[in-house]
């Protein structure tokens, strides 16, 4: 597997997002720490430009391209964080962004990546339409297609932020991510692999949404069916490559019921003050739940977004 | 008035508090910088111990005392943050505290002073009831008083976040805050004059609240009478000691009204995925709704806390 991101194709990747991408905060709370006994340092990517750390990847995957790949712009499907980091990404470089999505999509969604000046078509809301609309986009247009997550300069991008957290925190036992299609965690095993020392790398992932978690324990990728939690960024199936990393570098996914993300969101929100998505606090939900052994560890947590309509809390 | 903190008194209070206190995060938001065609610098006191900036005075106060002066522990008057950042300075250098509090405080305040350890006593809500339940405290305690503001060790405290903000930010024209009882302008005032160059402070209070504004303009304290806000950490009057500060190094003092705060508060939740209360959301209110001249410029802006019932939001 030659296409695996390797250690300097990894550095060549915060290098290149360098001047994009904020070097986001690693926060902590000593109430949560006294909790559960452990320390736990939080990488806040609901810091990151576009409020989720989808904007390393595309950042990555965007200048990366040739000026001739490039010149006839970028195309995706997503109507969640990857596609307006996608379209911030293009914009910064200058090139159009072209982004496919359901018609049924969130208005506030809409009006996210229209902000970042990129072009929506819109598609009924099934895959085999979604794929459709991109293949006339992409044959129209020329525009370069850059997956959410199955894609190695999207891994190479999100695994930056574990760098950072690795770089900021030493001696880390243990790293947690959410996973939905794997890009963000697929990204941090290797980071963590790549680390000098043994860290452990474990996943969180919603209880119903748990095709991750059952997929690793087939050993073959089990694609996510009518998905119901409230963490709507961890909705989608495991990709081929991101599967390929997340076998051989994570330990295990634990799987989080919805009610206990509420309350680690809130958590967060009251005792941190800074806004997570539900999507983010699957992870944090896991440890202060008891769902993984942290006490006495030192453990990393990346806190993957921070998108969320304020006028519609869940609590 | 000697009283008033030197440059190396600053200094030792942030030497003093730094194994206590966060050094905070220096947060920005480009698409704010492009409403306002101002590069502003948010200093995340919101992510401070407690959730605000009354953590660093209250810290360098409990731990300026002598052995002898803290066996007794250490006594304020407060419902709000000052109690909580009193409570957990006390209980960090092992000494009791007692919270002189209204009996019709909100039940999440006493909880929070609670949960830090402190020794609440209740009195009516009237000044005379605080006054005369502290003085009794104290008589019976032997505690040593820790004013919220009008104090030099609590003004040197506060100072060392806007000292923090001009190490970490280079070339600042500007720095804004706001004001209540105006502990945390006054010692901002200060690091800002010892900056070394040119730094304009400037303040911003609730319309609902504006007897700083008043009393500048008076040249003498004006105190604040049945204040109207939702900004509910800027309701008290200056003290004579902050006043003398703020007289001597503030440009001037503006005003914005609640509806104002209001959105700016939502802003910087939506946007920059950080909680701040209302009382921090005046500043930024001043700066996004046209009342400060920034064009151009450089601005710090302390964002004071974040500690909001998440429960009963204003939108």
């Not at 060549?12 to 006994?37: C, F």
């Not at 000026?67 to 159009?96: F, Y």
């Not at 072209?98 to 996210?112: F, L």
């Not at 036992?173 to 043994?198: E, F, K, M, R």
Request: hydrophobic share 45%; glycine share 8%.
């Amino acid at each position: 597997m030659d296409w695996i991101p390797t250690l300097p194709i990894i550095d060549e990747a915060a290098r290149r997002i360098a001047p994009h991408a904020h070097r986001t905060p690693v926060l902590g709370s000593a109430t949560l720490n006294a909790m559960v006994d452990a320390e736990i340092f939080f990488k806040c990517e609901n810091l990151q430009k576009v409020g989720a750390f989808k904007f390393r990847g595309a950042c990555n995957a965007v200048f990366s391209l040739s000026d001739a790949e490039a010149a006839n712009g970028v195309a995706t499907h997503s109507s969640g964080n990857h596609a307006q980091a996608l379209a911030l990404a293009a914009r910064l470089r200058g090139i159009p962004a072209y982004i496919v999505m359901p018609s049924n999509a969130p208005g506030i969604k809409k009006a996210a990546v229209e902000d970042y000046g990129a072009v929506i078509r819109f598609c009924e809301p099934t895959l085999q339409a979604r794929e459709d609309t991109l293949d006339a986009v992409v044959a129209e247009t020329g525009a370069a297609f850059v997956h959410p997550y199955n894609d190695e300069r999207i891994i190479a991008g999100q695994a930056t932020a574990a760098r950072e957290l690795i770089e900021d925190v030493p001696d880390l036992d243990i790293i947690l991510a959410p996973v939905g299609g794997g890009g963000l965690l697929s990204g941090t095993a290797l980071s963590a692999h790549y680390a000098g020392h043994d860290i452990t790398v474990y996943a969180a992932e919603p209880e119903g949404a748990d095709d991750a978690k059952r997929s690793l324990d087939a050993g073959k990728i089990i694609p996510s069916v009518n998905p119901d939690t409230i963490a709507d960024g961890l909705l989608t199936s495991l990709g081929e490559k991101t599967f390929a990393i997340i076998r051989e570098y994570v330990r295990d996914i634990v799987t989080v019921p919805d009610e206990e993300t509420i309350r680690a969101m809130r958590f967060i929100w009251e005792r941190m003050k800074i806004v997570v998505e539900p999507s983010a606090a699957v992870a944090p939900a896991a440890i202060m739940h008891g769902r993984l052994p942290v006490k006495g560890e030192r453990i990393g947590v990346i806190l993957s977004g921070g998108n969320v309509d304020l006028g519609r809390l869940p609590w």
